[in-house]
């Protein structure tokens, strides 16, 4: 099994999404949920008597609707809204709002290359890139020159074929950190599994928690041999083979 895990009754489970439960598609919208993931998922969920959380940089209500009813906390956008459990009101930190002339230049931006599609959120916004991968390069200089004036307040992060503007104060640490403060939570040791630049904070701060983190590239491969893994892993962490 990967190394360094806590006890399996000690740990609380924090996932990323896109990349490490999910493979990528063409677009956010266009993914798909295996059949035996909501399975997996839901009987870890038992096991760790509710100690299963999400961590994304989707927004929230994007995670019940492709796993409806599942997932007892979801941080969605890299910390910037936080559903502490199924059917409880969003919690929001405070952080910078987004200029409505930011997002109007972002998409006159995106609509420059044909194929680029502009994902909102509710305080930022994602240009992907994945249908038009020549892009990229041109999208990071623009909107490098759109965050000048906004240093302070926004930030500009890599992910896969995609470019992302976020506030400030909002990453994957601080979520690890709400998340393991919430009941049920608290007192378990964190294992995060991501598979992004934008997962690193969380896996620092779950190590720094006497847990552990798990990158997908290295430790397991890809977003289907971490859905076996899970599988596998009843009441105890699983034996571990690269699929």
């Known amino acids: 099994?990967?190394?360094?895990?806590?006890?399996?009754?000690?740990?609380?489970?924090l996932?990323?999404?896109?990349g490490t439960l999910l493979d990528f598609a063409p677009t956010p919208d266009s993914v798909i949920?295996?059949?035996?993931?909501?399975?997996?998922?839901?009987r870890l969920r038992d096991e760790l008597n509710g100690a299963l959380a999400v961590i994304t940089g989707?927004?929230?209500?994007?995670?019940?609707?492709?796993?409806?009813?599942?997932?007892?906390?979801?941080?969605?956008?890299?910390?910037?809204a936080l559903r502490p459990a199924l059917g409880a009101p969003l919690q929001r930190p405070n952080l910078a709002a987004m200029p409505p002339e930011l997002l109007a230049a972002g998409e006159a931006l995106a609509a420059r290359h044909p194929g680029v599609l502009v994902e909102r959120k509710a305080r930022g916004f994602c240009l992907h890139f994945r249908k038009a991968p020549d892009a990229g390069p041109d999208?990071?200089?623009?909107?490098?020159?759109l965050l000048l004036?906004?240093?302070?307040?926004?930030?500009?992060?890599?992910?896969?074929?995609?470019?992302?503007v976020r506030p400030r104060g909002a990453d994957k640490g601080l979520a690890v950190e709400a998340?393991?403060?919430?009941?049920?939570?608290?007192?378990?040791?964190?294992?995060?599994?991501?598979?992004?630049?934008?997962d690193e904070d969380g896996m620092v701060v779950a190590r720094r928690m006497g847990g552990a983190g798990l990158f997908v590239p290295t430790?397991?491969?890809?977003?289907?041999?971490?859905?076996?893994?899970?599988?596998?892993?009843?009441?105890?962490?699983?034996?571990?083979?690269?699929g």
């Open 139 to 145: 999208l990071h200089a623009g909107l490098i020159d």
């Open 219 to 242: 430790v397991f491969g890809s977003p289907g041999a971490v859905r076996d893994w899970l599988d596998r892993c009843r009441g105890d962490w699983a034996a571990f083979t690269h």
């Open 149 to 164: 004036p906004l240093t302070e307040q926004f930030q500009l992060l890599a992910a896969h074929m995609a470019w992302e």
């Open 15 to 18: 996932l990323d999404l896109d």
């Open 179 to 198: 998340v393991m403060a919430l009941p049920g939570f608290a007192g378990r040791r964190p294992v995060f599994i991501g598979d992004d630049v934008t």
């Open 1 to 13: 099994m990967p190394a360094g895990l806590p006890p399996f009754a000690e740990t609380a489970l």
């Open 58 to 80: 989707r927004p929230v209500e994007q995670i019940d609707a492709l796993l409806p009813g599942l997932i007892p906390a979801v941080a969605g956008e890299h910390g910037g």
């Open 33 to 42: 949920v295996p059949p035996n993931l909501p399975l997996a998922l839901g």
